[in-house]
């Protein structure tokens, strides 16, 4: 064979080669829109599938269709905070209204000579103790109507981590060189949200937290009782509580937290390794951009 049979064997093994690989590319591309529409179809906004091998256009774009997962979870919580709140903020103003004069009616029952030790003081207190105790109920859940404005800056959250942790030397705290990183968020807030954890921890019988950052944000895990699996979309419900003393308002308050900055908490499908609890927080990178407009991307286009 001379030279220009090679050069045509040659052209046909590259577009033969080209052909297979367009192929199995695109194969491998339907998969990944059948993953990503089943996870939406359930509601699973985690989901991030992996970049390796990928051309780099393709890479962008799966990269940002992973980020949009995340985003779209962040956006749906911060509805439901703010549909919680607009709720909230009506039936509390009811109750209020109800159980202000109750409490003052039966109290200047009880302070009546002709009440006290008849059997009416024992059911007029009852009265009382149950409107009294509705009220702390709602004003308990005042805090989360009334957060101190955030004031966000470069933090270390090491500095935050271990503060916290000094609150609760009883447990044993792991942590490694993951948390030698700066991120935008207010310190106050921060800590505020790692301790709410890390007292939910020691409620649940945990005797060690471990915290690490991962590709999907601040991992903050515990070896505490593990969360059943029919009550893990509840526990971010405003006054959901499995604990007899509980006010139900830490992780729907620690939420918001984390809302309000730009970020989310959520609970990891599946623990850490070496752990039954696995929370994420996820925080704004780094200081907000200005938006661009579609004038200004149709310009780059």
Known sequence: MDTKDWIIIGLAVLLTSALIWFVCHQRKMKERAYLMREALRNRDFSFRLPLKGMPSGDKACQQLLNDMGQEIRTLMNRNEVESWQRLTRVLTHEIMNVTAPISSITQSFLDRGDVKGTPLEDGIRAIRDTSVGLTRFVESYRTMMHLQKAVPQDICLR???????????????????????????????????????????????????????????????????????????????????????????????????????????????????????????????????????????????
């Open 159 to 301: 500095d935050i981590v271990e503060s916290v942790a000094s609150l609760y030397p009883s447990l044993k705290w792991e942590t490694d060189s993951s948390l030698d990183r700066t991120v935008y968020a207010d310190a106050n807030l921060v800590r505020q949200v790692l301790t709410n954890l890390a007292k939910n921890a020691v409620e649940a019988g945990a005797e060690k937290i471990g915290v690490a950052w991962t590709e999907e944000g601040l991992a903050v895990s515990n070896d505490g009782k593990a969360i059943p699996a029919e009550i893990r979309n509840e526990i971010f419900v405003p006054f959901y509580t499995t604990k007899r003393d509980g006010s139900g308002i830490g992780l729907a308050l620690s939420r918001q937290i984390c809302v309000t900055q730009g970020g989310n908490l959520s609970l990891r499908e599946r623990p850490l390794e070496g752990f039954h609890v696995t929370f994420l927080i996820t925080f704004r990178e780094g200081r907000p951009r200005p938006y661009r407009t579609p004038m200004d991307i149709n310009r780059i286009i």
